[in-house]
Nanobody, 114 residues
Framework: VQLQASGGGLVQAGGSLRLSCAAS????????IGWYRQAPGKQRDLVAT???????NYADSVKGRFTISRDNGKNTVYLQMNSLKPEDTAVYYC?????????WGQGTQVTVSS
């Protein structure tokens, strides 16, 4: 499975960004797909995931501000990030779970200025 992420950038606090991640290759059997993030000096944490059935899971810190959605036909996941805060600054990584294995995309930097 190959993952291509896009959509990061620099935004002021209160602004919005939309991340996209397209999966290609052996995509049959993908279950959950989503986003994790890693700030400097911190561990990589879950942001949001969505299963093939549409069930979503969000980190408490982003609930009500971020929305994850999935286009199964395009094997693409989107993360709409609204009301961004400086503490959302991190490298965001796309992740796919398939037959018990996890695949990671290259990170995309999100920087929120105060």
């Amino acid at each position: 499975v190959q993952l291509q992420a896009s959509g990061g950038g620099l935004v002021q606090a209160g602004g919005s960004l939309r991340l996209s991640c397209a999966a290609s290759g052996s995509t049959f059997g993908i279950n959950a797909i989503g986003w994790y993030r890693q700030a400097p000096g911190k561990q990589r944490d879950l942001v949001a995931t969505v299963t093939s059935g549409g069930s979503t899971n969000y980190a408490d810190s982003v609930k009500g501000r971020f929305t994850i959605s999935r286009d199964n036909g395009k094997n693409t996941v989107y993360l709409q990030m609204n009301s961004l805060k400086p503490e959302d600054t991190a490298v965001y990584y796309c992740n796919v779970a398939r037959y018990g294995r996890h695949y990671w995309g290259q990170g995309t930097q999100v920087t929120v200025s105060s």
